[in-house]
């Protein structure tokens, strides 16, 4: 194969647009700064649930995804929810293949469609990265 990584690029964009349609009005879409910088989606697949795609675009292109569990009852807000998330996925980059872990907190307002979250994702391959972010995502309905 000429080029794994965009073969791999390819294959990843078919399965988030599956999760998509899935998920429906359940999707979130936006964009996140930091290691890596560039689009992130999450599509809710039950009420604590979600995948979370990212396209990085600074150094390189990468993508990643992993499946994240919620816990909205782990900080009290007056208004909003805000949800601890963590779990598990992978990463693909031009270096290969990492499997990475994710943990991350958002802030999700009552009274607009916009959650702000910030992440850390460690992710072990051919080498080493530590990756995290910061980010605002709009909720699709």
């Keep these: 194969m ?3 990584l ?4 390819f294959c990843f964009v078919i399965c988030a647009l599956s999760v ?6 359940r999707g979130e879409a936006g964009v996140v700064l930091g290691n890596p910088s560039g ?3 999450k599509f809710f697949l039950s009420d604590k649930n979600a ?7 600074d150094r390189g292109m990468s993508l990643h995804a992993d499946y994240l ?6 900080f009290k807000v007056n208004e909003g929810s805000m949800p601890f998330f963590y779990g598990v996925g992978v990463l693909i980059t031009e270096k290969g293949l990492f499997a990475q872990g994710k ?9 607009n469609p916009l959650g702000i979250f910030i992440e850390v994702a460690p ?6 990265r530590f990756q995290g972010g910061l980010g605002v995502r709009y909720r699709l309905k």
């Design 2 to 4: 000429k080029n794994p």
């Design 6 to 9: 965009k073969f791999a690029a």
């Design 20 to 25: 998509g349609a899935y998920a429906k009005d």
């Design 39 to 41: 689009f992130s989606g």
């Design 51 to 57: 995948v979370d795609v990212v396209v990085g675009l």
């Design 69 to 74: 569990w919620h816990d909205f009852e782990a």
């Design 103 to 111: 943990i991350g907190l958002e802030y999700l307002f009552e009274t």
């Design 123 to 128: 992710a072990f391959g051919p080498d080493f």
